[in-house]
């Protein structure tokens, strides 16, 4: 099965496309101390110098290297990205999932629930969470999935639920099969192109949040990350800099999250048998 | 028109009671409400009274009334308004006026009025007389509630322009020249201000949509060649390292020093103000203020010496940190991002320099980042050990100096431990002698120095634009109780006329 | 499961969320007293003052007696006097509210419609040259943040190519009235709306599209199209119907977010709006409004939850014996 995926995958024009693209990110990223003499909190230019043979990327406001702390800042995103698309989707689909076959009360409570984390704007809970708790990068992956998970909750009931009333899901119940069985055998698989979408926008919406909860300036903003570079990038867009240092993090930001959904895409044809074009069959 | 772009927009309705207790909401109100005084480049200037005279005995100022004056709405300004003012402020409180210092007040005739004072109270001139709005009896005399007051008739005063409108979403003004002012005339026909983010200005200068806007430091030169004036405000604000000094070894005065002496202070204004600051000294006021006095026990950079005085209180160095009984010489330093907040507040960059620089030391800093009000509230209940804040109010009348030291609010100091301070500072604010009360004031910034319950980190310095079609310039001393805008409104009135 | 179950469930949720909105706000360090009056280095702190802003404020009142005030004063549709704006919430809201529909609402509609079109257009050509070149334009887009995206028009069409005001949602007193106003309305609301349009449009495509793939493999299209139905009726009338249930609920639970969403644009753009409102009143401890704007989310959150609940039984009616 799994030599399977993979021949599958690398038959797949997205799919290779999007691995590439995250390799190129994720290489870099675990290979930063190589690719660049600097370390990502080093003074080691003077202030806002353009690019240039020693700065391939300029420096900062502070003059640290920009292109290093990009590197840096790529596995801290890319750590957010993946630890908050798992944790959240996982969540999800666990409430989503049970609310939409237990039914009843228990439903109900739930999604009412659901419906209540959904209006607490994110600021006051990131507000709430640092005045208690000591920031860090795993709270800050716990804080963004709690976020993030339950619209997809929202979507996984109603998915799970029309899958439910299919013919041959009727039919495996009436056999006496159980519910958790259903769930991991007949509804599971059929949930695969909504759940690759989910994950992928998971992960967006985690690296997004992380940005934007620092842009607010809510979020631990000596963590090297691209959120908290584009956030300081963003004060500057009086000066040049803007083209050396936002644009290429925004640029990254948005190959990144490419990478991840034409994965998602790929994942999707091979996932899903009925999908697949007749040569593969 | 006159155009002036500000950030946030919305400071209050432009009323004495609805604006917005900070130096934009006063600024706003003041075109349209006049004071007693005013204070121009060089000092006071006559606004409503045109003399005033102090009873040294009675403790008592006379105040002699413009003629001729009248409301907005024709209604003539009398002595009778002043009276009702000062007693008005008693029963419900303007923020900006510590009412209680005025005993009781007495109409001589239409225009003559006596102010007679508590106590000995030197900022009587700029922060009462300079700072009060005088109000309208006739209007406010039967508001019970002046806070919730928000009919139109709420801002009539006398001052040289009219509110036309007021838009709280949009975060805009517009003003209209009130053509009765007998003080000058003014000299535009309408003055807005608008909203718009800072990163703009340069650009909406340029394209003739604003006339003035506080801009950064680095676009000052370029803009200076395209003919425009940048103005570079006194150093009024400071950015702080507060210290717990009630905990632990940060009680130790000797090793607050140690700290400071550890801070490069200069190199936080190169690297992380990019040179747009003035380095902090440890006597609270930065050196163009004119109170300033040079103290002895400034801390320069000295590594050498931080690491005497740590040693002397019996801590060794292992790899590369402090320690003493096993235990490391660890602190937690709280911060808040700096994007929201005043422009040169420390926030993660400082932090991260000085956790930086503190490592070089033998001191480990572990960073914690907050939202700016949760930072506030962790300082005001003491749990804390470093802290990086900041405050305003260093341009004004002196008095604020023992706020800042002794008062109770997070952004003081709060130390009372030396007693030779506090009684000093008692006896400033009493001082109506200038060159007596500036030897008083050096007394207590060395003896502030000495103790360094905070560190003074640096300066901002703030740079206003404009394209010259008005004449703005930085008051002495700040506006009324002391505000570092450069949007006087003498600017906005042509007094020879 | 009957209405007035549901109803019941819906009111309890209602009175459960209202209640954690009035308490966790309070539950943030610091207090409406230090964050209006604090920082402000000019204010004269006299006790007399201070006597009346800890009245003014409640902060000699319990939780417990706030709680009360605050239960019987929403029951006579008060929502109390903002801190910080000296006026009542109801008014500051109302006021702000207009802006943030014109701009949210305006980009939801047509964000909502070109997601939706060009995914049933993309999703049915799988494989297609439209469907490709559409999914890799639109997930280069889904790349970029709300705020970036933003100041990236900003700096394009406001500064270098100055077609667009640089901020606001009109020229102030530019003395504009009826059509001239509408257009100086437009040309303000162009930017932010693009934006919010551009960062909308992804992720409602992303997901009709999925839905959509699944949908046309399905017997029951194949029967459609066995039967002789037109290529666009099967589009739209068959596969659409179905793939639309997880569209709808991805735009309903969206819907939530509507204000707290705007904020990163509306900040961008200084555009006046309850994003901003409800951070400023986050920052400034405002409670009454930091409540008053909660309740309207809640409110807003329910009842499109609970028609989205009922549009399920109309479009799925699998899910009413459920």
């Known amino acids: ?145 709690s976020l993030i998970w339950p619209q997809a909750a929202r979507i996984f009931r109603a998915r799970i639920l029309s899958l439910k009333e299919e013919g041959y899901i009727s039919a495996a119940r009436t056999f006496g099969a159980s519910e958790t069985y259903l769930m991991v055998r007949h509804i599971l698989p059929l949930l695969g192109p909504i759940l690759s979408a989910v994950i992928v926008q998971h992960g967006r919406r985690a690296i997004f949040m992380e940005a934007g909860l620092s842009f607010l300036g809510v979020s631990d903003p000596t963590l090297i990350s691209w959120g908290s570079m584009l956030q300081h990038a963003l004060r500057y867009t009086y000066l040049d800099v803007w083209k050396w240092w936002m644009l290429p993090t925004g640029l990254l930001l948005s190959m990144t999250i490419t990478g991840l959904a034409l994965l998602g895409f790929a994942l999707e044809t091979i996932s899903d048998p009925r999908l697949l074009p007749a040569g593969n069959r | 028109m006159y155009t002036i772009a500000d950030q946030t927009g919305d400071w209050g309705m432009p009323s004495p009671y609805g604006h917005y207790p900070r130096g934009p909401g006063y600024i706003r109100m003041s075109l349209v409400f006049d004071t007693l005084l005013w204070k121009d480049t060089k000092g006071l200037v006559p606004d409503l009274a045109s003399s005033w005279q102090f009873n040294k005995e009675e403790n008592s100022y006379l105040f002699t009334l413009q003629k001729g004056v009248s409301w907005h709405d024709g209604q003539p300004f009398s002595a009778r308004d002043v009276a009702f003012t000062f007693e008005y402020i008693k029963k419900h409180p303007y923020k900006w006026v510590d009412g209680s210092v005025v005993k009781r007040v007495e109409v001589i005739n239409d225009h003559t009025v006596k102010l007679v004072l508590n106590k000995k109270y030197a900022p009587f001139l700029h922060n009462i007389a300079g700072t009060m709005p005088i109000l309208p009896e006739h209007i406010m005399g039967n508001i019970d509630s002046p806070v919730t007051f928000r009919e139109s008739v709420a801002l009539i005063g006398t001052g040289p322009y009219k509110v036309v409108d007021y838009n709280k979403q949009q975060g805009t003004y517009l003003y209209q020249a009130n053509s009765d002012y007998r003080m000058g005339r003014p000299i535009f026909d309408r003055i807005r201000f608008i909203k718009m983010r800072q990163e703009m200005y340069a650009t909406a200068l340029e394209r003739g949509r604003i006339n003035a806007g506080q801009v950064p430091g680095e676009i000052a030169d370029s803009l200076r060649q395209k003919g425009f004036t940048v103005l570079a405000g006194p150093h009024d604000w400071v950015a702080k390292m507060t210290i717990n000094h009630k ?26 103000q990019r040179g747009f600051a003035l380095a902090g000294g440890n006597g609270l006021l930065p050196s163009d203020n004119r109170w300033f006095s040079k103290v002895t026990d400034d801390d320069p950079y000295d590594l050498n010496r931080a690491s005497r005085i740590i040693e002397g209180l019996g801590y060794v160095k292992k790899d590369r940190f402090y320690e003493k009984d096993g235990k490391l010489l660890q602190f937690e330093l709280l911060m808040s991002g700096s994007g929201q907040r005043t422009q040169g507040h420390p926030g993660e960059r400082e932090a991260e320099l000085i956790r930086d620089q503190l490592a070089l030391a033998g001191i480990k800093i572990t960073l914690r980042s907050l939202d700016p009000k949760t930072l506030d509230a962790m300082i005001k209940n003491w749990k804390f050990d470093l802290a990086l804040s900041g405050h305003g109010g260093l341009g004004g009348d002196p008095a604020s100096v023992n706020r ?88 906005f009135v042509d007094m020879d006329n | 499961m009957g209405k007035i179950k549901i109803l019941l469930t819906y009111l309890t949720a209602f009175l459960l969320i209202l209640t954690l909105c009035f308490i966790l706000p309070k539950m943030m360090a610091g207090d409406p007293l230090m964050a209006l009056y604090g920082d402000e280095a000019l204010v004269v702190m006299t006790p007399q003052l201070q006597a009346e802003l800890i009245e003014r404020f409640a902060l000699n009142k319990t939780l417990f007696e706030q709680f009360v005030a605050f239960w019987g004063a929403l029951a006579h549709g008060d929502l109390g006097e903002s801190y910080a704006y000296n006026a009542p919430v109801a008014e500051v809201i109302v006021k702000a509210l207009p802006w943030t529909l014109l701009l949210v609402g305006s980009a939801f509609i047509i964000s909502a419609l070109f997601g939706i079109l060009l995914g049933i257009e993309s999703g049915s050509r799988r494989g297609g040259r439209l469907d490709r070149s559409l999914l890799t334009c639109l997930m280069l887009l889904n790349g970029f943040p709300d705020f970036v995206m933003g100041i990236l028009l900003l700096l394009l069409f406001g500064v270098l190519l100055a077609i667009f005001p640089l901020a606001g949602a009109v020229t102030p007193y530019s003395g504009e009235t009826g059509f ?59 596969s659409a119907r179905n793939s639309l249930l997880p569209v709808l609920t991805l735009i309903g639970t969206q819907m939530a977010s509507i204000i707290t969403g705007a904020l990163f644009v509306e900040r961008v753009f200084s555009y006046p709006g309850l994003g901003n409102l409800l951070y400023e009143s986050l920052l400034n401890r405002d409670y009454p409004m930091i409540q008053g704007i909660l309740l309207m989310m809640t409110l807003m959150v329910l009842v499109i939850n609970l028609l989205v609940d009922l549009l399920y039984t109309r479009f799925d009616p699998r899910v009413a014996h459920a």
């Open chain 1, 1 to 145: 099965m799994h030599d399977n995926y993979k021949t599958l995958l690398k038959n797949n024009g997205m799919g290779r496309a999007g691995i590439g693209l995250i390799l190129l990110v994720l290489l870099p990223a675990l290979a930063a101390p190589l690719l660049s003499p600097y370390l990502p909190g080093e003074y080691s230019g003077s202030i806002f110098a353009p690019p240039s043979g020693s700065y391939w990327l300029g420096t900062n406001d502070v003059g640290q290297d920009i292109w290093t702390r990009l590197l840096y800042g790529a596995r801290t995103s890319l750590l957010i990205g993946g630890g908050v698309a798992l944790l959240a989707t996982l969540t999800a689909l666990v409430v989503g999932g049970s609310a939409a076959l237990c039914g009843g009360l228990y439903d109900q409570v739930v999604m009412r629930f659901v419906d209540a984390l959904l209006v607490l704007p994110a600021v006051l809970i990131a507000i709430l969470a640092s005045a208690y708790l000591v920031p860090g990068i795993s709270l800050l992956i716990i804080l963004l999935a």
């Open chain 2, 247 to 272: 905990k632990g070894i940060l009680a130790n005065r000797q090793f607050r020093h140690a700290l400071a002496a550890a801070i490069d202070r200069q190199a936080l204004v190169d690297i992380c």
């Open chain 2, 404 to 491: 800042f030291i002794g008062g109770k609010s997070f952004n003081s100091s709060r130390y009372e431990k030396n007693k030779q301070l506090n009684v000093l500072m008692q006896q400033q604010t009493g001082e109506t002698g200038e060159q007596k009360r500036k030897k008083l004031l050096g007394e207590i910034q060395e003896l502030y120095a000495y103790e360094m319950p905070t560190l003074p980190l640096y300066y901002p310095t703030w740079f206003w634009a404009h394209d010259n079609s008005a004449d703005l310039f930085y008051t002495n001393q700040g506006i009324a109780i002391g505000v570092p805008l450069p949007l006087n409104k003498l600017s």
């Open chain 3, 180 to 238: 001239s106003l509408v257009i100086d309305i437009l040309h303000h609301l162009a930017l932010p709306l693009g934006t919010f349009i551009l960062v909308r449009i992804p992720g409602i495509y992303l997901l009709t599209r999925n839905s959509m793939v699944m949908q046309m493999e399905e017997s029951y299209i194949m029967t459609a199209r066995a039967k002789g139905c037109s290529e666009c009726k099967v589009r739209y009338h068959h």
